[in-house]
């Protein structure tokens, strides 16, 4: 059973910062991409960085030159750094395994985790 974790997420002021880490356990072969969401209330969920499984990033304009993504191949980990945050980063954040295979042969898939609240006040 391959679940994700993630943490960090709290309270911050806005020009704070935050790191978020999530955490993929069980059986595990294999992860391409790992990768960052939020959803606001209201809103659709975003994506705000990509790592790929050779360290290639991206992010959308909105937090370009203020998030960054990194991960741990050997432990199956992902972080997010996000430094001068604003209100409107203020949203529950997703960690997502993309294409995850449990064993060599397996079936890849995606996995999400439960998500972790990130508040910016103003």
């Known amino acids: 059973q391959v679940q994700l974790v993630e943490s960090g997420g709290g309270l911050v002021q806005a020009g704070g910062s935050l790191r978020l880490s999530c955490v993929a356990s069980g059986s595990i072969f294999s992860i391409s991409a790992m990768e960052w969401y939020r959803q606001a209330p209201g809103k659709q969920r975003e994506l705000v960085a990509t790592?790929?499984?050779?360290?290639?990033?991206f992010y959308p304009d909105s937090v370009k030159g203020r998030f960054t993504v990194s991960r741990d191949n050997a432990k199956n980990t992902v972080s997010l750094q996000m430094n001068s945050l604003k209100p409107e980063d203020t949203a529950v954040y997703y960690c997502?395994?993309?294409?995850?295979?449990?064993?060599?042969?397996?079936?890849?898939?995606?996995?999400w985790g439960q998500g972790t609240q990130v508040t910016v006040s103003s």
């Open positions: 790592i790929t499984s050779g360290d290639g990033t």
């Open positions: 997502k395994a993309n294409r995850l295979k449990i064993t060599e042969w397996g079936r890849p898939a995606d996995y």
